[in-house]
């Protein structure tokens, strides 16, 4: 009977997927409705504190304040954009009682409209605060936020460049996007692990935020084990994090080649948040298992997520993608690439226009815009692979297969559909 057991355990072992690494009983104690339901009663009791307060006082601007960050709170959380509509009127009605004269305020406000992906009109909102007389560290540090959402990366870097505070968290994690945006990884992460270090003992909320945010890093960089580890290390401080839940999903897809698991993750997440991202996880998952009535289902709901009244262009970038790809609109992926040009102007909005423009057959004119704006001026591995494939639609063969090479590199975070096209085309380039 020993012997039948060893023998067993031995074969278990052999079985075993080295490369696997979720494992359910990691995680799916998390999979459980209380967490966020505690966390939302929290939320939820803030917002019935402030909303007395106000009734009593229809004009304090304080409670309005707190009331709308509130909102704001909740929106992070469930992901619902008419609680950010709510958090973000609050705030603007708050501050025009004060005429826009109050620092604080238009901190607050320039945030929400980032969230909100009213990129010129964050960078507004903190012109005002700075007319304000806004404290001049965190007035540098909020400019920064907006002017790399604008694509103004020579003023973003004077600004990182004049506040350099290698101790101060904010600097830190600014100072990582900013390496990010080079394509420097290795520092980038670095960074970050410099932030969540200073906020160890200060800030649990903080600490967790960066943490997860490091957890995404470790991911993109290849470091798949260090992410998992880490995104288990946040939920164990905070088991209503559905961002940390999210990246083990994309760990059990991507990596583990289980949708099943990763199927069940999703579904939990969407049974507590709002977030139309994950339907194009679904829709993959579909495709995988060549199923197109599934993959229509999935492609539909996150159009009707993300074309909601109150989403405005906050889901844009993948409004563009799946125009251009799925559903085979390559007209309306390019007016909705020339939209999102009018409210930023970064690589990543023209590589939107350029994959657009070879996705309607304007392989020239796509080549134009990649060649002056996106090669070598972003290192996001979807723009990477949009700019091998219109690379070899115009000959360029040598830089498309140098494109593709450092694509397979990103195979983690292009996900497993992408990366058998890019083996694909790597194979039909060194047929040629």
């Known amino acids: 009977m020993a012997r039948i057991f060893i023998l067993v355990l031995i074969m278990l072992i052999a079985c075993k997927d080295p490369e696997r690494l979720a494992d359910p009983a990691d995680y799916h104690v998390y999979l459980h409705k209380k967490f966020v339901a505690t966390k939302e009663h929290a939320i939820r009791k803030e917002i019935g504190f402030w909303s007395k307060r106000l009734e009593k006082d229809t004009g304090n601007y304080l409670d309005q304040h707190r009331l709308g960050l509130s909102y704001l709170e909740l929106f992070r959380l469930k992901g619902n954009t008419m609680h950010l509509t709510t958090g973000d009127s609050l705030l603007r009605s708050s501050a025009a009682k004060l005429d826009f004269k109050n620092p604080e305020l238009l901190f607050s406000l320039s945030q929400a409209s980032i969230a ?4 010129r009109r964050a960078h507004s909102d903190i012109e005002l605060a700075e007319k304000a ?4 560290y965190t007035l540098s540090l909020l400019k920064f936020d907006a002017a790399m959402e604008l694509g103004l990366y020579r003023e973003a870097r004077r600004l990182l460049t004049a506040v350099k505070n290698e101790t101060d968290f904010n600097y830190l994690v600014r100072k990582s996007k900013w390496e990010d945006h080079l394509g420097r990884s290795d520092q980038a992460i670095t960074c970050m692990e410099q932030a969540t270090n200073v906020m160890r003992e200060r800030d649990l909320n903080l600490y967790c935020w ?6 995404d890093m470790y991911g993109h960089a290849g470091r798949i084990e260090e992410a998992y580890k880490t995104y288990l290390l946040v939920l164990k401080m905070d088991p209503a994090n559905l961002h940390c839940l999210k990246g083990i999903a994309w760990i059990t897809w991507s990596n583990d080649g289980d949708p099943g698991s990763a199927r069940s993750i999703i579904d939990f997440i969407l049974s507590q948040k709002n977030d139309p991202e994950l339907y194009l996880m679904l829709s993959d998952i579909a495709e995988s298992k060549k199923d197109p009535a599934q993959k229509a289902k999935w492609l539909n ?7 909601a009244p109150g989403t405005g262009r906050m889901y844009n970038k993948y409004l563009v993608q799946v125009h251009a790809g799925e559903l085979n609109q390559a007209g309306k992926a390019l007016d909705l690439a020339r939209e999102e040009l009018k409210n930023r102007l970064t690589p990543e909005t023209y590589d939107g226009l350029s994959w657009a423009l070879y996705k309607n057959g304007q392989y020239e004119q796509a080549y134009q815009v990649t060649k002056g704006s996106v090669y070598k001026y972003t290192f996001e591995p979807d723009a990477l692979f949009h700019s091998a494939l219109i690379f070899s639609a115009v000959g360029e063969t040598e830089k498309a297969k140098n494109l593709l090479n450092a694509c397979l590199e990103s195979s983690f975070e292009l996900g497993p559909l992408t990366t058998n096209q890019i083996r694909e085309k790597l194979k039909e380039l060194e047929g040629q």
């Open 301 to 307: 709901a996150f159009l009707e997520k993300a074309e």
């Open 116 to 119: 909100r992906h009213e990129f």
């Open 210 to 215: 960066a943490l997860s945010n490091l957890a």
């Open 133 to 136: 007389g806004a404290d001049p």
